[in-house]
């Protein structure tokens, strides 16, 4: 989870460490979700960080969708580290999971770092790489199952085109190889997960099609309003035949095909419900998530601030998120 994690990475800081344990403590209290009734398989690769603030993002984000997967949908969920695991460890397991009887869903996410060469993409563990020909080689091992890789890298772009298919859904954090920054798409993914914003269509669930698109108008959003370049452009190419993401998309020429995209019936949570008993605690917690992620981007600039910038700006971003958790609480007592 997001504490947790922050919580290894500044532990020589007993204040920061302080705000932290709060905030997790609290965060803990919440109500868990239901479980749904739904069989899938999920397959979780966190790669090498190179820098530790990137390292804890990966972690934390993976952790987070083990959880929405093992927790709340009630799938099998294969869980890999990068750092530790070894490209036979994933290759064992993608076997394990072909070799696997009746399956009808595979979901798969990467989250790491990728990176382009000699026209191959390739995931960063430790050790030799993994790469998209043995990606591509996995996923035509299950036949006509319904495959949804979401590659949460840098670089992501090229698997688009290299992995759609029939019964396919392929979402990419960037658009091509050239955008090699570490991408934050995959926070907003999940904060998609358990938001009724992205439940467009008011189904009481988040689709793929509706996480995908939360996610790809928050990146815009973010870097608009940071005033920074926009450095990745998420894609998502559907059943071998629609791609979303590039100039030309086809809902907003045609918003009818919307309901024909293989992404809008998979869906990523249970029926949402609702969590807080108070409006108040329900605003408060919709800025927590913005603070969250300002400690994700702030932990993926850090090796261009020096040390004590680094530490004075978490340490304002953690207090204001440790009282926003005690304000949650409050609100959620309040008669």
């Known amino acids: 989870m997001r504490q947790y994690a922050r919580i290894r990475e500044i532990d020589a800081n007993p204040l920061v460490k302080g705000l932290l344990v709060f905030s997790f403590l609290l965060l803990f209290s919440s109500p868990a979700a239901a479980q749904a009734a739904e069989t899938r398989v999920c397959l979780v690769i966190t790669g090498l960080g190179g820098l530790p603030e990137y390292e804890e993002n990966f972690l934390d984000w993976g952790g987070e969708t083990q959880t929405i997967f093992q927790d709340q949908l009630g799938s099998k969920v294969y869980y890999l580290d990068g750092r530790i695991q070894k490209k036979t460890d994933i290759l064992d397991t993608f076997k394990t999971i072909s070799?696997?009887?009746?399956?009808?869903?595979?979901?798969?996410?990467?989250?790491?770092?990728?990176?382009?060469?000699?026209?191959?993409?390739?995931?960063?563990?430790?050790?030799?790489?993994?790469?998209?020909?043995?990606?591509?080689?996995?996923?035509?091992?299950?036949?006509?199952?319904?495959?949804?890789?979401?590659?949460?890298?840098?670089?992501?772009?090229?698997?688009?085109?290299?992995?759609?298919?029939?019964?396919?859904?392929?979402?990419?954090a960037t658009r091509s190889q050239t955008e090699n920054q570490p991408p934050l798409f995959m926070s907003f993914f999940l904060e998609?997960?358990?938001?009724?914003?992205?439940?467009?269509?008011?189904?009481?669930?988040?689709?793929?099609?509706?996480?995908?698109?939360?996610?790809?108008?928050?990146?815009?959003?973010?870097?608009?309003?940071?005033?920074?370049?926009?450095?990745?452009?998420?894609?998502?190419?559907?059943?071998?035949?629609?791609?979303?993401?590039?100039?030309?998309?086809p809902l907003q020429q045609n918003p009818g095909t919307r309901a024909s995209l293989l992404a809008s019936m998979a869906y990523l949570s249970p029926p949402l419900e609702r969590i807080y008993t108070s409006r108040r605690a329900e605003e408060l917690a919709g800025e927590r998530v913005g603070i969250?992620?300002?400690?994700?981007?702030?932990?993926?600039?850090?090796?261009?601030?020096?040390?004590?910038?680094y530490y004075s700006q978490l340490e304002a971003l953690l207090v204001k998120l440790a009282t926003l958790m005690e304000g949650i609480e409050e609100a959620e007592e309040a008669p």
């Open 99 to 172: 070799s696997s009887a009746s399956l009808d869903e595979v979901w798969i996410f990467l989250i790491g770092h990728a990176s382009y060469d000699n026209g191959h993409y390739k995931f960063n563990i430790s050790g030799p790489d993994l790469t998209d020909d043995e990606i591509k080689t996995f996923l035509d091992s299950l036949g006509d199952t319904r495959v949804f890789l979401i590659a949460a890298t840098s670089t992501s772009g090229v698997l688009a085109s290299q992995l759609t298919r029939t019964n396919r859904v392929i979402v990419t």
């Open 192 to 249: 998609a997960v358990a938001s009724t914003a992205a439940d467009t269509d008011k189904s009481g669930r988040v689709s793929l099609l509706e996480a995908y698109l939360f996610s790809q108008q928050k990146v815009a959003d973010w870097f608009e309003e940071k005033g920074r370049i926009l450095t990745e452009h998420p894609l998502l190419e559907d059943n071998g035949r629609t791609r979303l993401g590039d100039k030309e998309d």
């Open 292 to 309: 969250e992620r300002e400690i994700e981007d702030l932990k993926f600039r850090k090796s261009q601030l020096p040390e004590s910038q």
